[in-house]
């Protein structure tokens, strides 16, 4: 009997998140690059193939949108966590996705109910739409784009994992630092925030995506990195690594 999680290779994660990726809903890992949002999407593309009998036809939708997508990399995760050689038989299971433009990014998920897969994978989600589409009118095609891909997960029961960028605000909220700038020419006193970060768009993405979680680095010599729940809201934060198995526990 599948069941309702697809691992994401660390127990600690797994735990935050109530037991892994969980299908019928819609994932959102964010958090600045290098943070493990594509090794977590390639560690679970091993994991769901391995999680099926292998006369199941279910397949893995990756669709890619910024160039991540390492088949490679996929097979090393799954070769070491099996311990032989998988060959091709694993990667045929994965439809891939090369998306150049929104339409092709929206086409290949109004596919998912015909396709019926077991993991639907969008690396990066926003992407596309913040090159094609400004103000406004990014907000709403992304959140039509959001609104049916969350019923998709749900009518289908895939689960979908989108990944997400973020973007470097200042904090008024925080004491300015280094004092008051003067701008001579316009004779404007500017206090200089301090700078934190935002998922890119995140109220858009918040509307409809079930979960989010975001990826910070701790200590990338010691490949050390965190994990919060953002939604729903909790405290609990845990950390993993990223190894030759994909995401991993410390």
Request: proline fraction near 4%; charged fraction near 20%; include cysteine.
């Amino acid at each position: 009997m599948l069941t309702p999680f697809i691992c994401t290779g660390s127990k600690s994660i797994d735990w935050l998140l109530g037991g892994g990726i969980r299908k019928g809903m819609v994932t959102d890992v964010f958090g600045e690059s290098g943070t493990g949002k594509t090794q977590l999407s390639f560690t679970l593309c091993a994991n769901a193939i391995r999680s099926l009998p292998e006369n199941e036809m279910k397949r893995i939708l990756f669709v890619d949108t910024v160039g991540t997508f390492r088949p490679e990399r996929i097979s090393e995760i799954a070769e070491k966590k099996q311990n032989y050689r998988v060959g091709r038989d694993l990667l045929s299971k994965i439809l891939y996705v090369r998306a150049l433009s929104t339409f092709d990014q929206i086409n290949a998920t109004e596919k998912i109910l015909d396709i019926k897969p077991l993991l639907v994978v969008i690396d990066s989600v926003t992407a596309l739409f913040s090159e094609e589409f400004k103000g406004a009118a990014r907000h709403l095609a992304l959140m039509n784009f959001l609104h049916e891909l969350s019923l998709v997960a749900i009518n289908s029961g895939c689960a979908v994992l989108i990944t997400n960028m973020v973007r470097n605000i200042s904090d008024p909220a925080m004491p300015p630092q280094g004092g008051l700038n003067i701008d001579e020419q316009k004779g404007v006193v500017k206090a200089s925030y301090p700078l934190h970060q935002r998922e890119f768009m995140e109220r858009s993405i918040s509307i409809y995506a079930h979960i989010r979680l975001r990826f910070e680095i701790v200590n990338l010599q010691r490949s050390i990195f965190k994990a919060s729940l953002i939604q729903p809201t909790t405290k609990q934060k845990v950390h993993f690594s990223i190894t030759s198995k994909g995401i991993s526990d410390i």
